[in-house]
């Protein structure tokens, strides 16, 4: 129950911290006026994904200074930390999740060894019992062996003696 509780929090820690929401900004100079358009979605994330997105929006506020329009270069900022943000979370989601995965697989292994151990001891135990109960019954079959021995001796004794008395 323990590792499913650790699995699954480590997957909502996961999902939750790779999440980011991403901004578009498109910018049109159409007869010198301005169009932006702003979409907005929200993404799960792989740390290669926010990396590859951090990148872009480099590339997206180098080419916005370079053009010298600064309502594209504040989105372009905007956007680099958002993404920039979005990779750290990633990155740090990847730690925790290793680090939950290695406590489980470590607590696992523990778990194996003790119950290696308890199966060790069972079997020593089981052995010592074994051994005690062989040693019990060849004790019960020797003397049962001497009972009938001295038994037959007893009646072989007495059918001689009735043999001599007739």
């Not at 007869?31 to 590339?59: G, I, R, Y």
């Not at 696992?108 to 019954?137: C, F, G, L």
């Not at 009938?148 to 001689?160: E, F, I, P, Q, V």
């Amino acid at each position: 129950m323990k590792k499913i509780l650790i699995t699954a929090s480590a997957a909502a820690l996961l999902f939750t911290a790779s999440c980011k929401k991403q901004e578009k900004t498109v910018v049109t100079d159409d007869n010198k006026d301005t169009l932006a358009v702003v979409t907005t979605e929200t993404s799960t994330l792989s740390e290669t994904d926010a990396k590859t997105a951090v990148d872009k929006a480099q590339a997206d506020l180098d080419a916005a200074i370079k053009k010298g329009d600064k309502e594209a270069e504040a989105a372009a900022r905007k956007a680099l930390a958002d993404a920039n943000m979005a990779w750290d979370n990633a990155k740090s989601a990847m730690g925790n999740a290793a680090q939950d995965v290695k406590e489980g697989v470590d607590n696992a292994v523990d778990k194996t060894k003790v119950a290696a151990e308890n199966a060790k001891q069972d079997m020593k135990d089981a052995a010592k019992d074994t051994k005690e109960a062989i040693n019990k019954t060849t004790e019960d079959a020797k003397t049962a062996t001497k009972k009938a021995a001295g038994d037959a001796k007893d009646a072989y004794n007495n059918a001689l003696e009735k043999a001599k008395a007739k």
